[in-house]
Structures are given as C-alpha cells and as structure tokens.
C-alpha cells in the first residue's frame, strides 16, 4: 500500500485531456512540500517529468502540467499523443519518517 | 552528459550479501545529495536510501534499517549500497538517482537484484 495514491489507470483517446489524481496526507502534501511527477514507459527507467508541483525540465512538452491543493495533486495531460502512453508516478517527501521519500502506487496512462 | 551507471546485480540467496555501484558522469558529484530507488518485478517506485553531499547524513526507508548501508566516495565520483540479510521481498531493479530539491532528475538504468534459493 503506497503513502500516496493514485488511480491504478487512466485512459482517453488521442488529443484528448487526461487528469492523475495524487492523494496524500497532512505530513507530506497537506504539509506543503512539493510534488514531483515521473513518466516511466515499458523496460526503462523512471523521467522527471515535473518538479516543484508544476515546473518541467528542459525538453518536457507543455502539453504536461502539474497542481496541487491541500492533500492533493493533479498532473495533467492535454493534447495526449500515443508516446505518452506509460506509468506516471508522483512524489514527495515525508516529515512523519526522517529523511523519507515516498511514492504513489503508480497509473497507467493508455492512449486509446 | 549526466550520466549514472550502475552495476553489482546478480542472484543471491535469502540472507546472503551484495554490494551495487553507480558510476556518475556530466556533474560534480559531490555537490549532490544521492539515492537509491528500487521496483519490484511488476511493482511501483520505492525509494531505498539517501546520502548527503558528503556522506555526513544518511537516511534509510525503514524496511532496509540495519540491513543495508549507503556510502559515497566523491573521489570516484561512486554511489554505493551495501546489502546485507537480503530477504525475497528485496528483489527488485535497483536505480541510483541524483536528488535535488527533494526530487530525483536523473536516474541510471537500473540493475536487476534477485534474491531466491
């Protein structure tokens, strides 16, 4: 069971607008630290694919967004295209375990 | 071209030990706070353990506490983990990542651990 939590899939067809629900808590999201969301397609590893709640690194579309309010946070997907077809998984840090880090169980985006 | 490579996976046995690396390129290496993260076949992200730029602070998930060891030499620009009494549960491809602001933006391929009798 993952501290946070997301929808195990999503799907929509391609140019349209998906949305992933990222649920945490009062010691983690609902205390203000900053969500981070990564794409990882089939066989490889994990991509930062927005930092700070909703800022991309360089070479991520802005076709992908992120926001979060209270316990929660949402990345958006508009514009979706079959490339962005993959798992999508947020994160953030932890105050109730020193130094700790934790994940969402993951959601799979399928582009119909 | 940041770069992290890691190596030392294998098939160990319930209670044996194992020791991954991580070869970093493209940054310094000792201005940056590292992690490791690991997925079990089929499974979500779970992060492992950090280090602090100079190995003064570590921090472990609480699953591995007193089982597994991080450490760093900046003068090799290498990440460790050191894994003692590896358990079943433990199999997983392991990713060494490079932390900043409490996010992971660069990740290795991963190396695949597998702990079976």
């Known amino acids: 069971q993952s501290v946070l939590t997301q929808p195990p899939s999503v799907s929509g067809a391609p140019g349209q607008r998906v949305t992933i629900s990222c649920t945490g808590t009062?010691?983690?999201?609902?205390?203000?630290?900053?969500v981070h969301w990564y794409q990882q397609a089939p066989g490889t590893a994990p991509k930062l694919l927005i930092y700070?709640?909703?800022n991309r690194p360089s070479g991520v579309p802005d076709r992908f967004s992120g926001s979060k309010s209270g316990t929660s946070a949402s990345l958006a997907i508009t514009g979706l295209q079959a490339e962005d077809e993959a798992d999508y998984y947020c994160?953030?840090?932890?105050?109730?375990?020193?130094?700790?880090?934790?994940f969402g169980g993951g959601t799979r985006v399928t582009v119909l | 071209e940041v770069q992290l490579v890691e190596s030392g996976g294998g098939l160990v046995q319930p209670g044996g030990s194992l020791r991954l690396s991580c070869a970093v390129s493209?940054?310094?290496?000792?201005?940056?706070?590292m992690s490791w993260v690991r997925q079990a076949p089929g499974k979500g992200l779970e992060w492992v353990a950090n280090?602090?730029?100079?190995?003064?602070?570590?921090y472990y998930v609480e699953s591995v506490k007193g089982r597994f060891t991080i450490s760093r030499d900046n003068a090799k620009d290498s990440l460790y983990l050191q894994m003692n009494s590896l358990r079943a549960e433990d199999t997983a491809v392991y990713y060494c990542?490079?932390?900043?602001?409490?996010?992971?933006?660069?990740w290795g391929q991963g190396t695949l651990v597998t702990v079976s009798s």
């Open positions: 990542a490079r932390s900043e602001y409490h996010s992971f933006n660069y």
């Open positions: 493209g940054f310094t290496f000792s201005s940056y706070w």
């Open positions: 280090i602090k730029h100079d190995g003064s602070d570590k």
């Open positions: 009062s010691s983690n999201i609902g205390a203000g630290y900053d």
């Open positions: 700070g709640t909703n």
């Open positions: 994160q953030a840090y932890d105050s109730s375990l020193s130094g700790s880090y934790v």
